[in-house]
């Protein structure tokens, strides 16, 4: 059963999956963003976290009791889109403090650029949870974060 499953639809599938989780996720991140500038709550629905929920607990699945599935097919292009939007991300807010990509070392004492990467770091540990994302996987994004935004070059 689970076997053919996973030779006939999961390999052809797996990718197309992932793909989406990851733009469900970022439409998130652009939707918290948006909103947060006009003072609303992100717009995500109870129905996107769910089938990004699904599809994690199939890449589990398909694990059959190890992660490496989940890892592999999820977690490694999750992590390399997340830290491809916040380097985008990380040059917004070096514009939106004025500073430019050679001052970096400056930047580290900007409070107002901190209390944005803190906003976005809470706003990422609470989507971790709200999309069910495993422990590893939410550790993992907050290290790839963190490296992105405290990064000496850009």
């Known amino acids: ?22 733009k469900l996720i970022n439409d998130d991140r652009e939707d918290y963003e948006q909103d ?7 717009t995500s629905t109870n129905h996107d976290k769910i089938l990004v929920k699904s599809a994690i607990e199939l890449f589990e699945t398909m694990g059959m009791g190890s992660l490496d599935v989940q890892q592999t097919d ?20 070096l514009n939106l403090t004025s500073l430019s990509a050679r001052s970096i070392i400056s930047l580290q004492q900007d409070t107002s650029y901190h209390a944005r990467v803190e906003r976005i770091l809470v ?26 935004f405290n990064a000496k070059r850009s």
């Open 74 to 93: 999820f977690e490694k292009p999750f992590l390399e889109a997340s830290r491809e939007y916040y380097l985008t991300r990380r040059m917004q807010l």
């Open 36 to 42: 947060h500038q006009n003072h609303h709550v992100g």
């Open 1 to 22: 059963g689970l076997e053919v499953f996973h030779a006939i639809i999961y390999t052809e599938f797996q990718s197309d999956i992932a793909s989406s989780c990851i």
């Open 123 to 148: 706003q990422e540990k609470q989507r971790a949870i709200e999309f069910s994302l495993p422990p590893s996987t939410k550790d993992k994004l907050l290290k790839t974060c963190t490296k992105v």
